[in-house]
């Protein structure tokens, strides 16, 4: 099942294996009460700041869908970008569970801009109108974009100008931090941006997210907020204990490189082959073309990765922390020689 889906379908690194193995002895106070809890949040707060406060919770969606819901109130909205993850990836979640209407601005590369986001500022105050209350964005994006510190301050500085606050959806935030060279809080805390959803299955965890606050003011009340919304893990040291593995050291750093750097290896290698075109600039970990539907076809049969735009031909390629560079040539070779057929026939 090796191919190019999604960083989902890796599995777990053994480091993070052995640390769930570590936690597994005796008995633990329960919901995060609990020696391993404590380090991971100590660590969360070296990576993002002194002042942040996290939270660690199952999954992404979570993450994102309780950001928000402790962000905005029931006539509030979320402006993002349409490409965003938590518009077209999350089922609706955040609608169904926060109860949170979504204003999304059509972008060609899934980036936010405060331009953007001023044009949907108006009739505030108007009892008619959802009032917007949060700018969202992902990094990296949907389309393996990224933002630059710079953009991103641009933006938490406008929002907050404007009475708004700025969420990040961070599952892949490891892979634009390592492409940028830079720690994590340079894209976050130092930039303005007021809450994370800081991802780590996507970078080589079994399971877990951490919602991260840099604004420590907007936590109030978040505890409860994720029992209700069925995130409070009775045995927290295990998720914790993977955040351990993944921050303790560099292991966060070092999964996100491998996976960005075989990306580059990947568009590299399919930057001349016949018939194939790549359509954004290849800046994490995903690798975005289109190339003949028959090519297509034919991969399909042996590696595993999504048609992105049925319309357009165009597919998604994500490398993993455990992508190998023999796998990469391998599938670059088999893509050449797909398009290739697709062109005599």
């Known amino acids: 099942m090796k191919g190019f889906a999604s960083d989902n379908y890796a599995g777990a690194h053994p480091e993070v294996l052995a640390a769930i193995a570590d936690a597994n002895h005796g008995h633990a106070v329960s919901y995060g009460d609990d020696p391993w809890t404590a380090r991971a949040e100590q660590l969360l707060r070296e990576h993002f700041g002194q002042q942040a406060v996290s939270y660690l919770v199952f999954?992404?969606?979570?993450?994102?869908?309780?950001?928000?819901?402790?962000?905005?109130?029931p006539w509030e909205s979320v402006i993002c970008a349409a490409q965003a993850h938590i518009n077209v990836d999350e089922g609706g979640a955040p609608e169904q569970i926060?109860?949170?209407?979504?204003?999304?601005?059509?972008?060609l590369d899934a980036k936010l801009t405060p331009e953007q986001v001023e044009r949907l500022l108006v009739r505030r105050g108007d009892e008619h109108v959802v009032q917007p209350r949060v700018a969202s964005v992902t990094q990296s994006t949907e389309l393996g974009t990224r933002y630059s510190p710079y953009e991103l301050h641009a933006l938490a500085h406008f929002a907050h100008e404007r009475g708004l606050l700025l969420h990040l959806d961070g599952a892949r935030l490891a892979n634009a931090a390592a492409a940028l060279d830079l720690p994590l809080r340079a894209l976050t805390t130092d930039v303005?941006?007021?809450?994370?959803?800081?991802?780590?299955?996507?970078?080589?965890?079994?399971l877990g997210e951490a919602v991260v606050f840099c604004n420590p003011e907007l936590a109030d009340g978040f505890k409860y907020l994720r029992k209700q919304t069925l995130q409070l893990a009775s045995k927290g040291r295990f998720i914790a204990a993977q955040f351990i593995a993944l921050l303790e050291g560099d292991l966060w750093l070092r999964n996100a490189t491998q996976a960005n750097a075989m990306a580059a290896r990947l568009a590299e290698a399919l930057l001349d082959v016949p018939?194939?075109?790549?359509?954004?600039?290849?800046?994490?970990?995903?690798?975005?073309?289109?190339?003949?539907?028959?090519?297509?076809?034919?991969?399909?049969?042996d590696w595993a990765f999504y048609t992105w735009a049925e319309?357009?031909?165009?597919?998604?390629?994500?490398?993993?922390?455990?992508?190998?560079?023999?796998?990469?040539?391998?599938f670059a070779a088999d893509v050449r020689r797909a398009c290739n057929s697709a062109l005599t026939r």
């Open 59 to 73: 999954n992404g969606s979570a993450a994102n869908v309780l950001s928000l819901r402790a962000l905005c109130r």
């Open 98 to 107: 926060a109860g949170i209407k979504l204003q999304d601005v059509p972008t």
């Open 192 to 206: 303005g941006v007021d809450v994370v959803s800081f991802g780590g299955t996507k970078n080589g965890l079994l």
């Open 275 to 301: 018939g194939l075109r790549l359509t954004q600039p290849v800046q994490a970990n995903a690798v975005f073309a289109v190339l003949p539907a028959s090519a297509t076809e034919q991969l399909q049969r």
């Open 311 to 330: 319309a357009t031909g165009e597919v998604r390629l994500v490398c993993s922390w455990d992508t190998t560079a023999e796998e990469v040539d391998a």
